[in-house]
């Protein structure tokens, strides 16, 4: 593994503490019924699906660390993978939480543009890594 790749891992390994709580918050939410999570299905949709994406997303960019290191690929190219997975965990996830973060919110905010930015960055990001590996 290259030290490019051991420190980016690093990095991203520290962001699953911050997952964790987002599972504790969410358990802790179901479990109150004066939260008022239970009363609004669109914000329950979008919490679990910030969740769910942040832990998947994690793990896919740990795996892309090291397949970056045998890529053959242009070096802007290969930072933007190394940097454009770990992002995309983060605003995706970023995106389903602060869109709906009033407990009455009734449709997304403005701030649903970063589920689409997390969503191009990994796009782009897998792909350019993809190819670089054939």
């Not at 995706?92 to 701030?111: H, K, T």
């Amino acid at each position: 593994m290259s030290p490019e790749a051991r420190t980016i891992a690093g990095i991203t390994l520290l962001t699953v503490l911050p997952i964790q709580y987002g599972g504790y918050f969410l358990l802790k939410s179901l479990m109150d019924r004066g939260s008022g999570y239970m009363d609004n299905p669109l914000r329950q949709n979008f919490f679990r699906a910030g969740h769910a994406h942040a832990g998947v997303f994690v793990l896919l960019s740990l795996v892309c660390q090291m397949l970056a290191d045998s890529a053959t690929l242009p070096l802007a190219l290969l930072w933007l993978v190394r940097l454009g997975v770990p992002a995309a965990a983060i605003f995706l996830p970023l995106g389903f939480f602060i869109s709906v973060a009033p407990p009455n919110a009734a449709s997304p905010n403005r701030a649903v543009w970063f589920i689409y930015l997390g969503a191009l960055l990994l796009a782009v990001s897998v792909l350019a890594l993809g190819v670089g590996l054939l």
